[in-house]
């Protein structure tokens, strides 16, 4: 089964960018839409993009226009370009498929501070 793991999270100032990355373990080329959600502290884990095989894009209202999620099926990996920063996006960051059936990694933390 697919195992995935997160990194590229860390503590940034509001304002401020990074790229997560989700390295799977096997072969998402058959899943046809991959998603990153994340999880504040005390909240639900919440849908943040989602990509299509085809390479169709959605976002949730609070992050469009300020994170970017890509593909590289050859590579078994899925990005997230977060920039603009704002405290209101710490929480840790997960990847899964859309909707989630495969094993959560551990996640990566994302901290932005004010």
């Known amino acids: 089964q697919v195992q995935l793991v997160e990194s590229g999270g860390g503590l940034v100032q509001a304002g401020g960018s990074l790229r997560l990355s989700c390295a799977a373990s096997g072969s998402i080329f058959s899943i046809n839409t991959m998603g990153w959600y994340r999880q504040a502290p005390g909240k639900q884990r919440d849908l943040v993009a989602g990509?299509?095989?085809?390479?169709?894009?959605n976002y949730a209202g609070s992050v469009k226009g300020r994170f970017t999620i890509s593909r590289d099926n050859a590579k078994n990996t899925v990005y997230l370009q977060m920039n603009s920063l704002k405290p209101g996006d710490t929480a840790v960051y997960y990847c899964?498929?859309?909707?989630?059936?495969?094993?959560w990694g551990q996640g990566t933390q994302v901290t932005v501070s004010s």
């Open positions: 990509i299509s095989s085809g390479g169709s894009t």
């Open positions: 899964n498929a859309l909707p989630p059936g495969l094993p």
